[in-house]
T-cell receptor, first 108, second 117 residues
Framework: QKEVEQNSGPLSVPEGAIASLNCTYSDRGSQSFFWYRQYSGKSPELIMFIYSNGDKEDGRFTAQLNKASQYVSLLIRDSQPSDSATYLCAVINYKLSFGAGTTVTVRA | GAGVSQSPRYKVAKRGQDVALRCDPISGHVSLFWYQQALGQGPEFLTYFQNEAQLDKSGLPSDRFFAERPEGSVSTLKIQRTQQEDSAVYLC???????????????FGEGSRLTVL
């Protein structure tokens, strides 16, 4: 079992809609969770991190964490074409372990 | 420079050749990581340095892979006798904190794309 699993996608949403990305992790002791965005041919960049159960909002992005279910998600509200990218879920245990990523395409 | 710099950006090697990939992290960053990213996959951990010490090399796929960071700044990933399955993007990342804790923000370079023919 991989340490981090993501819904494989690809995910296509119309402009203005909500994109919902899901991730599960295997290490129950994990404490910190991250979402990175990676544009095609570019390197990953951090967009959100979350430590505590519940929701964390940053602009159009909301991360949700449920440690009991070992589940973390990312919602992108009012999706824009510029949000089209691969979104990587990551868990830290001194090093980041990444999921395979979910590719999101926002249709104009 | 302001960011993590990697070279070469692109490398084509014939099977069996040795290659060396360089990473120049952000000045002052303690932690340095190497990841391998195959097409359509997330980055896979290869190895981790804290300053000049290689604290974890558990992700190196074989003994053909070797990494060093002798002075605690620039790092080199060397792949000997390259195989086709080594074709991937090799990402270097650095972090100010040791172990990448805190925000967990790793600053990635643009990667070195290796193609083995």
């Amino acid at each position: 079992q991989k340490e981090v699993e993501q819904n494989s996608g690809p995910l296509s949403v119309p402009e203005g809609a909500i994109a919902s990305l899901n991730c599960t992790y295997s290490d129950r002791g994990s404490q910190s969770f991250f979402w990175y965005r990676q544009y095609s041919g570019k390197s990953p960049e951090l967009i959100m991190f979350i430590y505590s159960n519940g929701d964390k909002e940053d602009g159009r992005f909301t991360a949700q964490l449920n440690k009991a279910s070992q589940y973390v998600s990312l919602l992108i509200r009012d999706s824009q074409p510029s949000d089209s990218a691969t979104y990587l879920c990551a868990v830290i245990n001194y090093k980041l372990s990444f999921g395979a990523g979910t590719t999101v395409t926002v249709r104009a | 420079g302001a960011g993590v710099s990697q070279s070469p950006r692109y490398k084509v090697a014939k099977r069996g050749q040795d290659v060396a990939l360089r990473c120049d992290p952000i000045s002052g960053h303690v932690s340095l990581f190497w990841y391998q990213q195959a097409l359509g996959q997330g980055p896979e951990f290869l190895t981790y340095f804290q300053n000049e010490a290689q604290l974890d090399k558990s992700g190196l796929p074989s003994d053909r892979f070797f990494a060093e960071r002798p002075e605690g700044s620039v790092s080199t990933l060397k792949i000997q006798r390259t195989q086709q399955e080594d074709s991937a993007v090799y990402l270097c990342a650095s972090s100010f904190t040791s172990g990448g804790e805190g925000t967990g923000e790793l600053f990635f370079g643009e990667g070195s794309r290796l193609t083995v023919l």
